[in-house]
């Protein structure tokens, strides 16, 4: 089964990729199911309704998704393409502490299948511009972008699972952190995701980013699997055509190669388990 479930469009602030177009290449690529993930990242984004003048940057409004538009246009889309192509409603939340009620009212707006739970920035800092690790030594800051994941899986429930959980290494200037030194802080959080029957992401945007590993890494996957970890959704992160349904079969052979048997679709929020 051919499916992508990380999938951006124009309703993220990083994308011009409008949802229809989506659609039809995705159809055009062979792509069965796919689950539309844009984003939300409340502390730093304003939802559209909330201010007199929208912020813009690079060109791209700061906002969040337009919901009701957003939906609408899924919703016709879902009916619109029927039989051709399985579209699911899910949403990348890239959430802090601080913004974990405004995530919880949100989610109980709509009927998502699917919820991506990421960390983009911690105390309003990005990673991407280097504003979190500016004055950080890189323990200080791997560790803080771990103990902000671990907070936010002890205290949020609703997300089917954790996005490209060790992002922290696409913006890290001064090379791969060890391994053992933060294995015991992951090691918490997957226990927390395992206990809670959620599960995690491989995001095969580490292919275009330029990446020696997967992302989560190989040694976190492994960890999750010895750990008891079984759910694993793959998707492409896209945002353009290119991008779109990338590396998921590469995807799955090394999911295979690291001893999982599985891969999972999402419907109304629970997994449906599919043979790797």
Request: aromatic share 14%.
């Amino acid at each position: 089964m051919y499916i992508d479930y990380h999938v951006h469009t124009r309703y993220s602030d990083d994308s011009s990729y409008m949802m229809e177009d989506v659609i039809k290449d995705a159809i055009e690529k062979g792509i069965e199911e796919i689950c539309i993930t844009d984003h939300v990242d409340y502390g730093i984004k304003y939802d559209w309704d909330e201010v007199e003048t929208m912020v813009y940057r690079d060109g791209m409004p700061l906002a969040n998704v337009d919901y009701v538009n957003w939906e609408k246009e899924l919703k016709s889309l879902q009916e619109k393409y029927k039989g051709q192509i399985n579209i699911k409603m899910g949403m990348e939340f890239g959430m802090q502490v601080h913004t974990i009620d405004r995530y919880q009212q949100l989610f109980h707006r709509y009927p998502f299948d699917f919820i991506i739970l990421s960390v983009h920035q911690v105390e309003d800092q990005e990673f991407w511009t280097q504003d979190f690790q500016k004055g950080r030594t890189q323990q200080e800051y791997i560790e803080r972008y771990y103990q902000e994941l671990e907070n936010l899986v002890t205290l949020y429930k609703d997300y089917s699972v954790l996005g490209h959980m060790d992002l922290i290494v696409r913006y890290d200037e001064n090379g791969l952190y060890p391994f053992d030194q933060i294995k015991p802080m992951i090691q918490k959080i997957l226990n927390i995701v395992i206990k809670d029957e959620k599960g995690i992401e491989v995001n095969t945007s580490y292919h275009r980013y330029g990446l020696n590993d997967m992302t989560p890494s190989r040694d976190i996957l492994k960890l999750y699997r010895d750990l008891g970890g079984k759910i694993i959704t793959i998707g492409s992160d896209s945002h353009k055509k290119e991008h779109l349904g990338a590396y998921i079969q590469s995807a799955k052979d090394e999911l295979k190669k690291l001893g999982f048997e599985y891969y999972c679709t999402y419907e109304q929020m629970k997994p449906i388990f599919h043979r790797l």
